[in-house]
C-alpha cells in the first residue's frame, strides 16, 4: 500500500495511503473527540465533534470520514474548531438527562469526558424533553434496557446491529427531537431478529443502553477488569471481567475493541452467561455418599478415601480396570495434569474426554491427509476468503463470532457463500447457494462435487502433481460419482451441485468451514477426508483465506487434544506405542508407562457396563446428558466399584458419584486455553472461587501425593514449562509470550512468532494424501416402526449439558426449555400445533418435548438442542462408532413422533 505525508498540528506524518485523518491523529497520539465513531463500523461523522481544519478547503471537514492525502496540512484545535465542538456538546447536553451521580456509566462515558475536557456549562439550553409514545422502551428484556433521555442519536448501535453483527433488529424512530431508537414495527426485542448479543451496549458511549443485569450493581469507575478467555465455545474471545472492588463479585462483562480474535464483538453466553460463577449452587466442599447419601468432609478424608478405593482397584484388578475422563472445559495445564496422572498414577492409557464426541474424526482425518488435525487457517482469514464453503456447521449460533465475521465478508459483496445443511440455519439465509443434503449424505455430495471439479478440468493440476499423493487411486471413484447419481442418495438437485462446484474451484482461494454436522457420524473420519481431497483437489491448501477449518465445539477442545487427553498420544500427538515416544515421557515422569493405547470415552462406558472397568475418575465432564444413549451411560456408571467426580456444580453424572470435589471455575483459576485456530491465551483469575474450591490441577496434584506418586506443582505457569520441555509444537509459548496477545502453534522455539496458517511450503506429513472416500449410509436409516430422522447438536442461547448457562437468568429467560422441531407437514400429519407435547421414542429411549413447527427442518427430518435434562436428546441417540475417530452417531438416528395424550 503506498504512503502519504502529511502534516498533522505542525508534524510531519507518514502513514498509509486510505487511512482517515481520525485513524492516523490516534495513532500519533493527537486526540480528535467522536461520539459516533467505533472502529468496527464504517464512519458516518453524524455527530459533527471529529471537525479538523484541511489547508486550502473550504469549511471544516469530518476527521472520520475523509482519507488523507499526500501532501495535506491539518490542523485539529484552532480556536474556531474548539469553540464549535463546545456548541456541538452543549446542544447534545441539552437533550441529555445529565444523571451522571447515578449513571452505572459514570466513569466510562465519552460524553461526560469530553464535557468535563470542554468545560461545557450544562444550562446553556433548556433540557428538550423528547416526546416518547406507544412503547416500553425501558423493558427491551432482562439483558438490555434503554433510557431515550440518555440517548444523542449518534445510530452506533443500529449500525453495528446491521453492519456487525448482521441482525439488523435495531432501527431510528421519529425526527428532530424526538428520535430514539426501536425495533422493525417496534416489536419486542424476543419478538425481533435481535441476538441479545449486546454489541449495542458495547458501543453506546453515553449508557443509553445498558446491562440490565448489572444495573445499579456498580458505576464503571468502581470495577477493575481482568482480561481473560471465554469458556464457551473453541473461538477463544478475549473478555474484560468487571470486578467490583468492594464486594469482588464479577458485575459485567466487556470486551476492547481490537483484541484477537473477537474485536471486542460478544455472543449472548460471552455478555449474559456468567451468572453460574456466582451461583449458590456451586459446589463448595467435598462429598462423600454413605448409603446413598451425600455428607460434607474435608478435603484430607476425601483424597485419602479415594486414594485408598482407587489404589484397591487397581492392585486387584490390574491398571486397565480404571480410567479417566479429562475436560475441554479445563485448562491446558489441567488436562496435561490429568493425563499423566492416568499414565503414570493409574497406570493406564485409558483416558478420554469430549472431543471424543465432537472432533476425534477431525484428528484422525486431517492427519492421515495433512499430517496435522488441527484448523489450517486462521479466523481473521475466512472473512478475507473469495469463497466460504459451510458445510455441517450451524456457525452463526454455535461459533457466532465467527458466524458474523462470514455474515460481513458476505454483506461487503467481496465474498461468494455455499451453505451445506439439511435445515435452513441462519447462513442458509445469506447464502449464493444452499445445498439441503439429507443427513448422513455428505460424503457422496463432496464427491459429486469433485466429480464436476474433475470432469470440467477446474482441478488444480500443478498442486496435485507437485505437493500431494494418491490421486490417481481416487479418481475413477470420483468419476463414477455424478451429481445425478449423487442427487438420488442427498436429494440436492445435479444442478446445484454443478453450480456449487463451479463457484468453489473457480475461486483464487476458497476456505471450508465445518463442525459436528461433519464430525459426529459413522463416517465421520471418511467426511473429514472428502473435504481434504476437496480441498487439496483445488489448491486450496496452504497458502491464506483457504483451508479446511474445523471450528471447535469447546473452549478448550483443542487445547485438551494438544495437551495429551486421548487415549493413543502423549501431548504434542506423539504416540503411546512409539517406544523413543514413551521413553521420553518415562525419562521426564520417572516411571514407567503402559505402551497399549487405551480405551475412548464410548468404550470406557461399554466397559463399565460389562464390569472390565471397575474405577473411574472423572474432571468436568457430564457423560450423563452429553454421551450417546444415556440410558446405556448410567447403566455403565451404576455399575463402577468406584466413581470419583470432580466438578463445579453437582451435575447429572456427579449425582451418581461415590465422592465428589468442589473445583474452580475459569474465572478462579490461572492457566490457558487453546482456541479453535490453535491459538493459546490466557486465562487469568479474577475472583475467589466459593468455599474450599480448589483449581483441577491442584486437586489432581494432591490426589497424586496421596498415591504416592510426587506432583508437586506450585503454579499453573510450572506446569505449562514442563508442557513446553515435553511438547514441540507448543516448546516457544511461555506465559510472558502470552501476555498481551496469543501464540499459535506450531510454535518450536521462544523466538518463534507462531504459525498463521499451516502447510505453507509442505504438508506436516511431507506430501498431502488423496484418500479412496465411498459413501456408506448412517448406521441407523428410518424404517416403518421408526419412520423419522433425528439430528441432533446445540443453540445460540444454551452450551453443552447446559450446567453452567440454564444457571444465568438472561440465557433461561431467553430459552428456559427445549422443543422439537418439526416441520409443518409432519406436524400437519400428526395433527399437533407448536406447543403441543410430543412422545419421541427410538430403539435406546423416550421423552416427552413441546414442538416447534417450523421450516428449518425438511419433511422427515427433526432436530433436538441437548442441553435439557428434562428431555435429553442422548436417551435417543445411537452410540455407534466410527471405525476409526470411534465417535458415536449423534447426527442420525431413526425416531418415532407421536401426540402425547397429555
Given at each position: 500500500?503506498?504512503?502519504?505525508?502529511?502534516?498533522?498540528?505542525?508534524?510531519?506524518?507518514?502513514?498509509?495511503?486510505?487511512?482517515?485523518?481520525?485513524?492516523?491523529a490516534g495513532e500519533n497520539g493527537v486526540d480528535i473527540p467522536h461520539l459516533c465513531h467505533d472502529d468496527r463500523l464504517t464512519p458516518t461523522g453524524a455527530c459533527r465533534l471529529c471537525l479538523v481544519e484541511i489547508e486550502g478547503q473550504r469549511g471544516l471537514q469530518t476527521a472520520c470520514t475523509r482519507e488523507a492525502e499526500d501532501g495535506m496540512v491539518i490542523r485539529t484545535a484552532t480556536k474556531e474548531i474548539m469553540s464549535m465542538r463546545r456548541a456541538t456538546l452543549e446542544l447534545l447536553i441539552s437533550e441529555h438527562r445529565l444523571s451522571c451521580t447515578?449513571?452505572?456509566?459514570?466513569?466510562?462515558?465519552?460524553?461526560?469526558?469530553?464535557?468535563?475536557?470542554?468545560?461545557?456549562?450544562?444550562?446553556?439550553?433548556?433540557?428538550?424533553?423528547?416526546?416518547?409514545?406507544?412503547?416500553?422502551?425501558?423493558?427491551?428484556?432482562?439483558?438490555?434496557?434503554?433510557?431515550?433521555?440518555?440517548?444523542?442519536?449518534?445510530?452506533?448501535?443500529?449500525?453495528?446491529?446491521?453492519?456487525?453483527?448482521?441482525?439488523?433488529?435495531?432501527?431510528?424512530?421519529?425526527?428532530?427531537?424526538?428520535?430514539?431508537?426501536?425495533?422493525?414495527?417496534?416489536?419486542?426485542?424476543?419478538?425481533?431478529?435481535?441476538?441479545?448479543?449486546?454489541?449495542?451496549?458495547?458501543?453506546?458511549?453515553?449508557?443509553?443502553?445498558?446491562?440490565?443485569?448489572?444495573?445499579?450493581?456498580?458505576?464503571?469507575?468502581?470495577?477493575?477488569?481482568?482480561?481473560?478467555?471465554?469458556?464457551?465455545?473453541?473461538?477463544?474471545?478475549?473478555?474484560?471481567?468487571?470486578?467490583?472492588?468492594?464486594?469482588?463479585?464479577?458485575?459485567?462483562?466487556?470486551?476492547?475493541?481490537?483484541?484477537?480474535?473477537?474485536?471486542?464483538?460478544?455472543?449472548?453466553?460471552?455478555?449474559?452467561?456468567?451468572?453460574?460463577?456466582?451461583?449458590?449452587?456451586?459446589?463448595?466442599?467435598?462429598?462423600?455418599?454413605?448409603?446413598?447419601?451425600?455428607?460434607?468432609?474435608?478435603?484430607?478424608?476425601?483424597?485419602?478415601?479415594?486414594?485408598?478405593?482407587?489404589?484397591?482397584?487397581?492392585?486387584?484388578?490390574?491398571?486397565?480396570?480404571?480410567?479417566?475422563?479429562?475436560?475441554?472445559?479445563?485448562?491446558?495445564?489441567?488436562?496435561?495434569?490429568?493425563?499423566?496422572?492416568?499414565?503414570?498414577?493409574?497406570?493406564?492409557?485409558?483416558?478420554?474426554?469430549?472431543?471424543?464426541?465432537?472432533?476425534?474424526?477431525?484428528?484422525?482425518?486431517?492427519?492421515?491427509?495433512?499430517?496435522?488435525?488441527?484448523?489450517?487457517?486462521?479466523?481473521?482469514?475466512?472473512?478475507?476468503?473469495?469463497?466460504?464453503?459451510?458445510?455441517?456447521?450451524?456457525?452463526?449460533?454455535?461459533?457466532?463470532?465467527?458466524?458474523?465475521?462470514?455474515?460481513?465478508?458476505?454483506?461487503?459483496?467481496?465474498?461468494?457463500?455455499?451453505?451445506?445443511?439439511?435445515?435452513?440455519?441462519?447462513?442458509?439465509?445469506?447464502?449464493?447457494?444452499?445445498?439441503?443434503?439429507?443427513?448422513?449424505?455428505?460424503?457422496?455430495?463432496?464427491?459429486?462435487?469433485?466429480?464436476?471439479?474433475?470432469?470440467?478440468?477446474?482441478?488444480?493440476?500443478?498442486?496435485?502433481?507437485?505437493?500431494?499423493?494418491?490421486?490417481?487411486?481416487?479418481?475413477?471413484?470420483?468419476?463414477?460419482?455424478?451429481?445425478?447419481?449423487?442427487?438420488?442418495?442427498?436429494?440436492?438437485?445435479?444442478?446445484?451441485?454443478?453450480?456449487?462446484?463451479?463457484?468453489?474451484?473457480?475461486?483464487?482461494?476458497?476456505?471450508?468451514?465445518?463442525?459436528?454436522?461433519?464430525?459426529?457420524?459413522?463416517?465421520?473420519?471418511?467426511?473429514?477426508?472428502?473435504?481434504?481431497?476437496?480441498?487439496?483437489?483445488?489448491?486450496?491448501?496452504?497458502?491464506?483465506?483457504?483451508?479446511?477449518?474445523?471450528?471447535?465445539?469447546?473452549?478448550?477442545?483443542?487445547?485438551?487434544c494438544d495437551l495429551g487427553a486421548l487415549p493413543n498420544v502423549y501431548s504434542g500427538y506423539q504416540k503411546v506405542d512409539d517406544p523413543a515416544a514413551r521413553g521420553k515421557f518415562e525419562a521426564a515422569w520417572g516411571c514407567a508407562l503402559p505402551a497399549v493405547p487405551g480405551l475412548t470415552v464410548v468404550e470406557i462406558m461399554n466397559a463399565a457396563a460389562v464390569g472390565e472397568i471397575r474405577g473411574l475418575y472423572i474432571m468436568g465432564e457430564n457423560p450423563m446428558l452429553s454421551d450417546p444413549d444415556i440410558n446405556h451411560v448410567q447403566k455403565g456408571l451404576?455399575?463402577?466399584?468406584?466413581?470419583?467426580?470432580?466438578?463445579?456444580?453437582?451435575?447429572?453424572?456427579?449425582?451418581?458419584?461415590?465422592?465428589?470435589?468442589?473445583?474452580?471455575?475459569?474465572?478462579?483459576?490461572?492457566?490457558?486455553?487453546?482456541?479453535?485456530?490453535?491459538?493459546?491465551?490466557?486465562?487469568?483469575?479474577?475472583?475467589?472461587?466459593?468455599?474450599?474450591?480448589?483449581?483441577?490441577?491442584?486437586?489432581?496434584?494432591?490426589?497424586?501425593?496421596?498415591?504416592?506418586?510426587?506432583?508437586?506443582?506450585?503454579?499453573?505457569?510450572?506446569?505449562?514449562?514442563?508442557?513446553?520441555?515435553?511438547?514441540?509444537?507448543?516448546?516457544?509459548?511461555?506465559?510472558?509470550?502470552?501476555?498481551?496477545?496469543?501464540?499459535?502453534?506450531?510454535?518450536?522455539?521462544?523466538?518463534?512468532?507462531?504459525?498463521?496458517?499451516?502447510?505453507?511450503?509442505?504438508?506436516?506429513?511431507?506430501?498431502?494424501?488423496?484418500?479412496?472416500?465411498?459413501?456408506?449410509?448412517?448406521?441407523?436409516?428410518?424404517?416403518?416402526?421408526?419412520?423419522?430422522?433425528?439430528?441432533?447438536?446445540?443453540?445460540?442461547?444454551?452450551?453443552?449439558?447446559?450446567?453452567?448457562?440454564?444457571?444465568?437468568?438472561?440465557?433461561?429467560?431467553?430459552?428456559?426449555?427445549?422443543?422439537?422441531?418439526?416441520?409443518?407437514?409432519?406436524?400437519?400429519?400428526?395433527?399437533?400445533?407448536?406447543?403441543?407435547?410430543?412422545?419421541?421414542?427410538?430403539?435406546?429411549?423416550?421423552?416427552?418435548?413441546?414442538?416447534?413447527?417450523?421450516?428449518?427442518?425438511?419433511?422427515?427430518?427433526?432436530?433436538?438442542?441437548?442441553?435439557?435434562?428434562?428431555?435429553?436428546?442422548?436417551?435417543?441417540?445411537?452410540?455407534?462408532?466410527?471405525?476409526?475417530?470411534?465417535?458415536?452417531?449423534?447426527?442420525?438416528?431413526?425416531?418415532?413422533?407421536?401426540?402425547?395424550?397429555?
Amino acid at each position: 500500500m503506498a504512503e502519504v505525508k502529511i502534516t498533522l498540528d505542525g508534524r510531519k506524518v507518514n502513514c498509509r495511503s486510505g487511512r482517515t485523518i481520525l485513524e492516523i491523529a490516534g495513532e500519533n497520539g493527537v486526540d480528535i473527540p467522536h461520539l459516533c465513531h467505533d472502529d468496527r463500523l464504517t464512519p458516518t461523522g453524524a455527530c459533527r465533534l471529529c471537525l479538523v481544519e484541511i489547508e486550502g478547503q473550504r469549511g471544516l471537514q469530518t476527521a472520520c470520514t475523509r482519507e488523507a492525502e499526500d501532501g495535506m496540512v491539518i490542523r485539529t484545535a484552532t480556536k474556531e474548531i474548539m469553540s464549535m465542538r463546545r456548541a456541538t456538546l452543549e446542544l447534545l447536553i441539552s437533550e441529555h438527562r445529565l444523571s451522571c451521580t447515578t449513571c452505572d456509566s459514570d466513569g466510562d462515558c465519552l460524553l461526560q469526558d469530553y464535557a468535563y475536557q470542554y468545560q461545557v456549562n450544562e444550562n446553556r439550553y433548556p433540557f428538550l424533553h423528547r416526546k416518547i409514545r406507544d412503547f416500553n422502551y425501558t423493558s427491551y428484556n432482562l439483558a438490555i434496557k434503554y433510557d431515550p433521555s440518555k440517548c444523542i442519536s449518534c445510530q452506533r448501535c443500529v449500525k453495528i446491529c446491521r453492519e456487525v453483527q448482521g441482525a439488523e433488529a435495531l432501527t431510528i424512530r421519529g425526527r428532530t427531537a424526538d428520535v430514539i431508537i426501536s425495533t422493525g414495527l417496534d416489536l419486542p426485542l424476543k419478538e425481533s431478529p435481535c441476538e441479545t448479543c449486546g454489541q449495542c451496549v458495547s458501543t453506546c458511549p453515553t449508557g443509553a443502553l445498558y446491562e440490565y443485569p448489572a444495573r445499579r450493581l456498580a458505576r464503571a469507575k468502581d470495577l477493575r477488569k481482568v482480561r481473560t478467555t471465554c469458556n464457551y465455545c473453541g473461538v477463544g474471545c478475549q473478555l474484560d471481567l468487571n470486578v467490583h472492588r468492594r464486594t469482588g463479585k464479577i458485575v459485567r462483562v466487556t470486551s476492547e475493541t481490537g483484541v484477537i480474535p473477537n474485536d471486542g464483538n460478544t455472543c449472548v453466553k460471552g455478555r449474559f452467561g456468567f451468572d453460574f460463577i456466582s451461583s449458590e449452587e456451586r459446589l463448595r466442599v467435598p462429598l462423600i455418599k454413605e448409603e446413598g447419601i451425600f455428607r460434607e468432609a474435608s478435603w484430607d478424608e476425601a483424597l485419602s478415601l479415594a486414594a485408598r478405593r482407587l489404589t484397591g482397584l487397581k492392585d486387584k484388578y490390574g491398571p486397565q480396570a480404571l480410567a479417566g475422563l479429562s475436560s475441554a472445559r479445563t485448562t491446558n495445564e489441567e488436562n496435561f495434569v490429568m493425563q499423566k496422572f492416568v499414565r503414570a498414577v493409574l497406570g493406564t492409557n485409558n483416558v478420554d474426554h469430549c472431543a471424543r464426541l465432537c472432533h476425534a474424526s477431525t484428528v484422525a482425518g486431517l492427519a492421515r491427509a495433512f499430517g496435522s488435525g488441527a484448523m489450517t487457517n486462521s479466523i481473521a482469514e475466512i472473512g478475507r476468503a473469495p469463497v466460504i464453503f459451510v458445510i455441517g456447521s450451524n456457525t452463526t449460533e454455535c461459533h457466532p463470532i465467527i458466524g458474523i465475521n462470514i455474515r460481513k465478508a458476505v454483506a461487503g459483496d467481496k465474498t461468494k457463500l455455499i451453505v451445506a445443511d439439511p435445515r435452513r440455519i441462519s447462513l442458509a439465509g445469506i447464502a449464493d447457494i444452499h445445498l439441503r443434503q439429507r443427513p448422513g449424505t455428505d460424503v457422496a455430495l463432496i464427491n459429486a462435487l469433485m466429480n464436476v471439479i474433475l470432469s470440467e478440468g477446474l482441478e488444480d493440476s500443478r498442486f496435485i502433481a507437485e505437493r500431494t499423493e494418491g490421486f490417481e487411486e481416487i479418481h475413477d471413484s470420483i468419476m463414477k460419482n455424478t451429481p445425478e447419481f449423487a442427487e438420488k442418495i442427498t436429494g440436492v438437485p445435479a444442478e446445484a451441485i454443478r453450480r456449487a462446484a463451479r463457484v468453489y474451484a473457480g475461486a483464487e482461494s476458497a476456505s471450508i468451514i465445518y463442525s459436528m454436522g461433519i464430525t459426529q457420524h459413522t463416517s465421520g473420519t471418511d467426511n473429514v477426508m472428502a473435504l481434504a481431497n476437496l480441498a487439496m483437489m483445488s489448491g486450496n491448501v496452504g497458502k491464506e483465506a483457504s483451508g479446511v477449518n474445523p471450528l471447535r465445539g469447546q473452549n478448550n477442545v483443542q487445547g485438551a487434544c494438544d495437551l495429551g487427553a486421548l487415549p493413543n498420544v502423549y501431548s504434542g500427538y506423539q504416540k503411546v506405542d512409539d517406544p523413543a515416544a514413551r521413553g521420553k515421557f518415562e525419562a521426564a515422569w520417572g516411571c514407567a508407562l503402559p505402551a497399549v493405547p487405551g480405551l475412548t470415552v464410548v468404550e470406557i462406558m461399554n466397559a463399565a457396563a460389562v464390569g472390565e472397568i471397575r474405577g473411574l475418575y472423572i474432571m468436568g465432564e457430564n457423560p450423563m446428558l452429553s454421551d450417546p444413549d444415556i440410558n446405556h451411560v448410567q447403566k455403565g456408571l451404576e455399575n463402577l466399584d468406584f466413581l470419583l467426580v470432580q466438578d463445579i456444580f453437582l451435575s447429572e453424572t456427579a449425582r451418581l458419584a461415590d465422592i465428589v470435589l468442589p473445583a474452580c471455575c475459569f474465572a478462579e483459576k490461572n492457566g490457558t486455553f487453546t482456541n479453535t485456530e490453535r491459538r493459546v491465551q490466557r486465562v487469568r483469575k479474577a475472583v475467589e472461587p466459593p468455599g474450599e474450591a480448589l483449581e483441577d490441577w491442584r486437586i489432581i496434584g494432591n490426589l497424586a501425593e496421596k498415591m504416592g506418586y510426587s506432583m508437586n506443582y506450585r503454579s499453573a505457569e510450572e506446569i505449562q514449562e514442563e508442557i513446553c520441555r515435553l511438547t514441540p509444537s507448543y516448546a516457544g509459548i511461555t506465559y510472558p509470550r502470552l501476555e498481551k496477545t496469543g501464540l499459535q502453534w506450531p510454535c518450536p522455539d521462544v523466538s518463534h512468532g507462531g504459525t498463521q496458517y499451516l502447510h505453507k511450503d509442505s504438508f506436516a506429513r511431507g506430501l498431502g494424501k488423496f484418500h479412496l472416500v465411498e459413501f456408506l449410509p448412517p448406521r441407523e436409516m428410518p424404517d416403518s416402526e421408526y419412520p423419522i430422522i433425528l439430528t441432533t447438536g446445540r443453540m445460540l442461547e444454551h452450551w453443552h449439558t447446559g450446567t453452567m448457562t440454564r444457571k444465568c437468568r438472561v440465557l433461561d429467560d431467553l430459552v428456559p426449555q427445549g422443543a422439537l422441531e418439526i416441520s409443518e407437514s409432519d406436524a400437519g400429519r400428526l395433527g399437533v400445533k407448536s406447543g403441543d407435547l410430543l412422545i419421541v421414542s427410538s430403539r435406546r429411549g423416550k421423552i416427552e418435548v413441546k414442538a416447534n413447527i417450523t421450516n428449518r427442518v425438511p419433511e422427515g427430518t427433526v432436530f433436538m438442542a441437548f442441553h435439557f435434562h428434562e428431555h435429553p436428546a442422548n436417551a435417543l441417540t445411537i452410540a455407534a462408532l466410527d471405525p476409526i475417530a470411534k465417535i458415536p452417531e449423534l447426527k442420525v438416528c431413526a425416531v418415532k413422533v407421536e401426540k402425547s395424550g397429555r
